[in-house]
């Protein structure tokens, strides 16, 4: 088994002891550190084998507590240390062999660097093409279609789309089981991408220096500033609401 960081997946996975977990309890450990984790997500990493639930006759998943701590630990090592999924394999199987596993670090002005530790220069995110978003997502390809004309999702290259789009994706038809139509979702991407032209406006002077250090730090200031933004808008939105979510 994997041994991960502390962090709430881990704890929430080691207290669950030896018991099976429906997927949906998996989310719920999963939020308490990774608050936009998705169905979805879980069913992407799954299809990449990064984890492997048992199945019940009927089909169902069911995970164990190893495969929580394996999720956290998969989630975790996406969230800080911006690796593709196809390193974060290789990192898991080394520790699974019980061999030393360095992981990069985001480099910082000022930090004494001696070149000794790899700097990241921008996050390296994993590629999926079309077939496998819509299986991840669970949805065909007219309702792909239909939320790519409201600019909902978007390939990045090549027809290919970031690890991000399969959360994207499993948001907007979660939202739509409450009756919520991507025609409505328009105005929260717009509003999505000026808080995203803010922050880039912000970072913009440190991602064109010529030190790499500082274009790592970049990445680091950009990251935070995003958590920051998520965070207000959240506020705002249930302070309009007039409600406190847990």
């Known amino acids: 088994m994997v041994q991960t960081p502390s962090g709430g997946a881990g704890n929430g996975a080691a207290a669950a002891g030896t018991g099976l ?3 949906g309890a998996v989310l ?3 939020r308490e550190e990774f608050p936009e984790v998705t169905i ?8 990449e084998g990064l984890v492997e639930p048992q199945r019940t006759p009927s089909g169902y998943r069911k995970f164990s507590a190893g495969d929580v701590e394996r999720l956290g630990h998969v989630l975790r090592m996406q969230r800080d240390h911006y690796l593709p999924l196809k390193v974060i394999r290789e990192h898991l199987d080394a520790m699974e062999r019980g061999e030393a596993v ?16 790899p700097v990241v220069e921008g996050p390296t995110a994993a590629r999926i093409g079309r077939g496998r978003l819509l299986a991840a997502a669970g949805i065909d390809e007219r309702t792909l279609v239909e939320w790519e004309s409201y600019g ?3 390939p990045v290259e090549d027809g290919m789309y970031d690890a991000e789009s399969v959360t994207v994706a499993g948001l907007i038809a979660e939202l739509g089981r409450f009756g919520i139509e991507p025609r409505h979702l328009r105005a929260m991407k717009a509003a999505a991408d000026r808080e995203a032209g803010l922050v880039d406006q912000v970072v913009a002077p440190l991602k064109r220096h010529r030190n790499p250090q500082t274009r790592a730090h970049a990445q680091a200031r950009t990251k935070e ?21 847990p």
């Not at 979805?40 to 299809?47: A, M, N, Q």
């Not at 360095?102 to 530790?117: C, F, I, K």
């Not at 500033?225 to 979510?245: E, F, S």
């Open 40 to 47: 979805s997500k879980i069913r992407f990493l799954e299809s």
């Open 102 to 117: 360095q992981l990069p670090v985001l480099g910082r002005p000022g930090d004494g660097d001696t070149g000794q530790e």
């Open 28 to 30: 719920n450990m999963l």
């Open 225 to 245: 500033l995003a958590g920051l933004t998520v965070k207000l808008h959240a506020a705002l939105v249930q302070a309009a609401l007039g409600i406190r979510l």
């Open 21 to 23: 977990m429906s997927i």
């Open 152 to 154: 909902l999702l978007a």
